[in-house]
Nanobody
């Protein structure tokens, strides 16, 4: 069973930075995708960024391109989300999600569509406010 633990949320002023960490364990398949989602009050959950374990391919929501960077440490099954130039509209609970597969094509599709993730972390609050 895949387990995910997020950390790194907090309160930051507009224009500031935060780094979120997702520590994953329990993978049994050859490949996996790890993604960050977020959900703001009164809004639907949305995919923010995703990374594939097979080749490091990344995907980003248009709203965060150029500001957020996802990276991975495969040796420790840890994924990081560096968030720069944060805006008040980035305020949300951020969730780490993961799904594994024997196929790299499937993993890429998971990231591209931000769908099909069945393992989730508990979430970490990010608040951007002056």
């Amino acid at each position: 069973q895949v387990q995910l633990v997020e950390s790194g949320g907090g309160l930051v002023q507009p224009g500031g930075s935060l780094r979120l960490t997702c520590a994953a364990s329990g993978f049994t398949q050859d490949y996996h995708a790890i993604a960050w989602f977020r959900q703001a009050p009164g809004k639907e959950r949305e995919g923010v960024s995703c990374i594939s374990s097979s080749d490091g391919r990344t995907d980003y929501a248009d709203s965060v391109k150029g500001r957020f960077t996802i990276t991975r440490d495969n040796a420790n099954n840890t994924v990081y989300l560096q968030m720069n130039n944060l805006k008040p509209e980035d305020t949300a609970i951020y969730y780490c999600a993961a799904e594994e597969s024997i196929s790299t094509t499937t993993v890429h599709a998971l990231c591209f569509m931000f769908r099909g993730f069945y393992s989730w972390g508990q979430g970490t609050q990010v608040t951007v406010s002056s």
